[in-house]
């Protein structure tokens, strides 16, 4: 008939329109990480084309220079550029250099040839003679903030950089504030806000567009959705499913076995893979298991959540915090190995003696008998029915794929410092290769790679560096110095604990990309990253006390929550014994299928101090032998 024939027409072209955007989306996103690869490799010289660079001053912010005297010549400190890593450190002009990293500077080479070794975060110690005392100043190479630069040409008075400054913290706040209330939008309030500033920022002549795109940490961002796509791509062929179903089987109904196994793959998989997909993946195995045995799974969820964030604190790649000091400081790889994973294995077994202590924190799961019995029934066979998963040879095949490049990612990262290797480089070529040879339809992996995640960091960077560049991120920085009196461990542990406690309430990344400038700014730095490694546990710490403190704390939650009401469970809604209520009064209330900020915190806030006393000496004992 003709209609037929012409509704199958419009059929078909749909279906060709469909599959033509997605192949245009496809081609997008594969051009977008070849720019991104192009802009890990030139950014920074593009950078440095359109601000200029400081002559003479050389990578530490002073003039160094010959000075004769008589038969002698002495090298001494020249001008020193205001806010450079010298001023902060306080080297002054007139200083008269007598070592550096500890060998006696005879010659204007020698101290080229130190200082052409240094890259960015790393530590210069000089030696100088100052009012005829010896001074040991460390002058740590923080990346320089362009946009300074950038402001120093311009005339904005001090009244308008203290507006600015007062316009954009009250902007901050109230972005901050939104976050904290409802984080299922703060994408779109991030992006918002950040618009806000770049806006007013132009107007008032401090902040420009130029500005707002270079504050932009894109190796971070890079590195991010390299990372992203690697997860993705092994989550939708099933990999992560199998390995829980196996930790599943083996588990029995042991619910301290049940904890621990889960802890620790929990904390596996953080290593490399993003928290968001290792806590959608665990938790649902974890409910279904507790609903089997009958035992309030919000204790062992608490402890995957903070488990996830231990690994992600133990790697340069496992999470956005560690992502952002890599590659905005220049740690490499092996730096994090070594410094971070030993103390992170110490505070996950701290943590898993705590939460065995703890497990009957809640209590147990009842069944909510509600008169229906039949679809109860049919609910718990449904549950019963634990199959295990089966692959596919394409699911197989990409699976293979993905841990061979996963595998020599990881192979290059390690040697990345002595290849001279750009980290976000590996992580998006790697990204790449997956993407284009993996085997599965390109345009279903794009809807599943979590963007949200990318643009939110994007417009946090923007708003971040509007901050900077009013000038207040560096009156926090010159506090920061102060209440330490110039000693660099009392920095390491005001840096660790006042990061602890902003982290808890706005969560890791936005702390972390807050704090970053801060703790890049301050001059008083001991050697050997400890500033950063203080400030990676603070966030971690901070992060495990509530459940908003990193972006699986709120996912998890919502997991648990509409498990126990899909089902008919209810969980005690208490803390302890004394702290349940009536379990009449709880079905009425459905306070039993509510998992509260108080129920986390409980758990917590205990394990987040423990963690932070934990790492101060961790701290204390680098600054001693470094």
């Not at 990612?409 to 480089?425: E, G, I, T």
């Not at 006390?545 to 009401?565: C, K």
């Not at 302890?576 to 209330?589: A, H, N, P, Q, R």
């Amino acid at each position: 008939m003709p209609w037929i024939t012409i509704n199958r027409r419009q059929q078909s072209i749909k279906a060709r329109g469909k599959s033509q955007g997605g192949q245009l989306k496809v081609i997008v996103f594969v051009a977008l990480l070849l720019l991104l690869i192009a802009w890990s490799i030139w950014g920074s010289d593009i950078e440095k084309k359109i601000y200029g660079a400081q002559p003479n001053t050389g990578k530490i912010g002073a003039e160094i220079l010959l000075n004769y005297s008589g038969t002698t010549s002495d090298l001494v400190i020249g001008h020193v550029l205001p806010n450079s890593p010298a001023a902060r450190a306080g080297l002054k002009s007139g200083d008269k250099i007598l070592g550096l990293d500890g060998k006696i500077i005879s010659s204007p080479e020698i101290a080229t040839t130190i200082l052409s070794s240094k890259k960015t975060g790393d530590t210069l110690n000089i030696t100088v003679l100052r009012d005829n005392q010896n001074k040991e100043i460390h002058v740590y190479l923080s990346p320089l903030a362009l946009r300074d630069k950038a402001l120093k040409s311009k005339s904005s008075s001090t009244g308008i950089h203290i507006l600015a400054m007062f316009i954009f913290l009250k902007i901050a706040a109230l972005m901050f504030f939104i976050i904290y209330r409802n984080i299922e939008i703060r994408m779109q309030a991030v992006l918002f806000f950040a618009f806000v500033i770049v806006v007013i920022g132009s107007f008032m002549g401090i902040y420009s567009p130029v500005d707002a795109f270079f504050s932009i940490k894109f190796n971070t961002i890079s590195l991010l959705l390299g990372m992203y796509i690697i997860s993705t791509i092994l989550d939708q062929a099933g990999f992560f499913d199998y390995v829980a179903y196996r930790i599943y089987r083996f588990a029995g109904s042991d619910r301290t076995k049940i904890m621990i196994l889960f802890c620790i793959i929990t904390y596996i998989f953080s290593l490399l893979v993003n928290n968001l997909t290792t806590i959608m993946v665990i938790v649902p195995m974890t409910l279904s298991l507790a609903d089997r045995i009958g035992f309030d799974p919000r204790p062992i969820v608490i402890g995957e959540v903070i488990s996830s964030n231990i690994g992600g604190a133990s790697t340069m790649v496992g999470d956005f915090p560690n992502m952002l000091i890599a590659s905005g400081a220049g740690i490499g790889f092996n730096q994090f190995i070594v410094f971070m994973m030993p103390m992170c294995m110490i505070l996950f077994g701290i943590m898993l003696l705590y939460l065995k202590a703890r497990l009957d924190y809640f209590g147990d799961i009842e069944e909510e008998d509600d008169g229906r019995d039949d679809k109860f029934y049919g609910q718990r066979l449904e549950r019963e029915r634990f199959i295990q998963p089966k692959f596919t040879i394409k699911e197989r095949r990409t699976i293979k794929r993905a841990l061979f490049i996963l595998i020599h990612m990881l192979v290059l990262f390690s040697l990345s410092d002595l290849l001279s290797l750009n980290p976000s480089a590996i992580a998006l070529a790697g990204g790449l290769s997956i993407f284009l040879f993996s085997g599965m339809n390109k345009s279903l992996l794009l809807r599943q790679i979590y963007f949200n995640d990318v643009f939110f960091f994007t417009g946090l960077f923007i708003i971040v560096g509007g901050l900077e560049a009013s000038g207040l991120l560096q009156y926090i920085t010159d506090f920061i110095m102060t209440i330490s009196m110039g000693k660099p461990w009392l920095c390491c542990m005001v840096v660790m604990w006042v990061a602890a406690f902003f982290t808890a309430f706005l969560s890791a990344g936005p702390t972390t990309a807050l704090f970053f400038p801060i703790v890049a700014g301050i001059g008083a730095m001991p050697s050997h990253n400890i500033i950063w490694w203080s400030l990676s546990l603070g966030v971690l710490a901070g992060s495990s006390a509530t459940v908003i403190g990193a972006t699986a704390g709120p996912v998890a939650t919502t997991l648990v929550e509409n498990f126990s009401s899909k089902y008919p469970l209810v969980m005690k809604s208490g803390i302890g014994v004394k702290g349940v209520i009536d379990m009449k009064d709880s079905i009425k209330t459905n306070i039993g299928k509510r998992f509260s900020f108080r129920q986390f915190s409980g758990l917590g806030i205990p394990i987040a101090f423990v963690f932070l006393i934990v790492s101060n000496i961790y701290i204390m004992l680098l600054n001693m032998a470094y």
